[in-house]
C-alpha cells in the first residue's frame, strides 16, 4: 500500500489545530495532529514545503524507515517544529496501518494493558473558594483524580486560572498577552490551597499541581516539601529543564512526586531525569515527541527506573492526539494517568472520535486505526486565527517563564 496524498489541514472550531491526512493508493487514510500551539504556521510549511513530496509512492507500512527518513534524513535532528511534524507522520502511518488490520491501534501495539485510562481534570478558580468548588464538581462528574490551580492575592493573573473554567484556553489573544509574576505571593499561597482541599474533601482522590516552570531549582524544593503533608499525585513543571541536573537538587529535598515532559521533543531532552529517576511521570505526549514510535521509546527507558506516564493533555492537543494517547495509554506498561481538558463542542464536531469518559476513565474505541477523524467540511468553516500564550515578567519588568 503507497502513500497516494499527503494533506495539511488547518482549522480554528475555537481555537487553532493543524491536522495531516495520509491517503493511500487503495483509498485508506490516517490521521495525526501537528498543532504546536502559537506556532502553528511554521509547522504547517514544514510539511507542505519539505516532507509532503518525500512521502508520495512510499510503502504506507515502513512506518518505522519513515520516521528513520524524516529523522535522521533532514540532517536537522529534533526541535519542536520538526518533530511535530515527524509525530504527525506518524501517527497517520499507525492509524493507517490498523485500519488495513481491522484493529483498534492498541491491539497493534502489543494490546489492552488495562480497561480503562485514569484522566485528571483541571479544577481553578479565582479563589481557594472558588477552587475547592470546582474539586466537588469534579468529584461530582466522576473524576478520581483532579488538578487544582487557584488565583494569588495580589496577582492579576496566574497559569491555569480564566473565566472558562471547564474550556481553560491560555492562547487568548492576537499578540501575547502580558503577565506579571511574585514567586513569594504564589509560594505563600499554594500550601494554603492544599490545606483547604484536603480538609474539605480528605484523601480519597488524586490532587495534582502545575507550577508550569515558574520556580528556581531551590523554590521549588521549598514548595515540595511545604505540600508533602498533602500528599500530592504530582507536582508539574515545578523549573524550566533545559538543565536536567537542576532536578537533582530539587530531589535531595522532597519526596513530592514530580512530572515534567510536555514540551519535550526526544527521548535526550529526559535522557538524564529518567536514567537518574529524578522524576516520577513523563508528560510527552504523541504530538510533541515524534509520534506513538519515539514515545513508545520513552515509555520504555523510563519504565526501566519504574517512572510512569502522564501525557499531556490539553486544549491545544487536538482529538486526534488524544485518540493516538488513549491507544498508548491502553497499552503502556508503565501507564501512570492521562490529563483530560475538554474540547469545545465545535471541536469535537469537527474531529468525530470513539473515546468516551465514565467513571473518571477514558476509553479508547474499539473501531480500526485511532479512532478519530476529521470533517474536512466543517473544518474548512473555521479559518485560521492567530492566538498567542502569555508572556510573564516580574513585577520590575523583567521577564519570566510563563
Ligand atoms: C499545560 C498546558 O496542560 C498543561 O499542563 O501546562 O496548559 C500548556 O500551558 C499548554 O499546553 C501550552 O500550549
Ligand atoms: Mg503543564
Known sequence: ??????????????????TLKITTDQGVHGIGDATLNGRELAVVSYLQDHVADCLVGRD?????????????????????????????????????????????L????????????????HASGRDIEETSDEVA?????????????????????????SADRMYYEPADAALPTENVWSTEKYLD???????????R?????????????????????????????YRLFWMEDP???????????????????????????????????????????????????GGITHLRRIADLAAMYQIRTGCHGATDLSPVCMGAALHFDTWAPNFGIQEYMLHTEPTDEVFPHDYRFSE????????????????????AKYPYRKAYLPVNRLRDGTMWNW
Open 106 to 121: 492498541y491491539e497493534l501495539l502489543g494490546g489492552r494493558s488495562r480497561r480503562g485510562v485514569m484522566v485528571y481534570g
Open 1 to 18: 500500500m503507497k502513500i497516494a496524498a499527503v494533506k495539511v489541514i488547518v482549522t480554528c472550531p475555537g481555537r487553532n489545530f493543524v
Open 239 to 289: 523549573t524550566p529543564v533545559e538543565n536536567q541536573e537542576a532536578f537533582r537538587l530539587i530531589r535531595k529535598h522532597t519526596v513530592t512526586p514530580l512530572a515534567v515532559g510536555e514540551i519535550f521533543n526526544t527521548v535526550w531532552d529526559c535522557k538524564d531525569l529518567l536514567s537518574e529517576q529524578l522524576i516520577d511521570y513523563i508528560r510527552t505526549t504523541v504530538t510533541h515527541a
Open 360 to 379: 473518571g476513565e477514558l476509553h479508547a474505541g474499539e473501531s480500526p486505526g485511532h479512532g478519530v477523524d476529521i470533517d474536512e467540511r466543517l473544518a
Open 189 to 199: 499561597h499554594v500550601p494554603k490551597l492544599f490545606d483547604r482541599l484536603r480538609e
Open 137 to 161: 464538581r469534579y468529584i461530582e462528574l466522576g473524576y478520581r483524580a483532579i488538578r487544582a490551580q487557584s488565583g494569588v492575592p495580589g496577582m492579576d493573573s496566574t497559569y491555569g486560572v
Open 60 to 104: 504506507a507500512g515502513a512506518i518505522e524507515d519513515i520516521w528513520q527518513y524524516l529523522y535522521r534524513g533532514c540532517y536537522w535532528r529534533r526541535g519542536p517544529v520538526t518533530m511535530a511534524a515527524i509525530g504527525a507522520v506518524d501517527t497517520a502511518l499507525w492509524d493507517i496501518k490498523a485500519k488495513a488490520a481491522g484493529m483498534p
Open 201 to 229: 474533601f480528605g484523601f480519597g482522590h488524586h490532587l495534582l499541581h502545575d507550577v508550569h516552570h515558574r520556580l528556581t531549582p531551590m523554590e521549588a524544593a521549598r514548595l515540595g516539601i511545604s505540600l508533602e503533608d
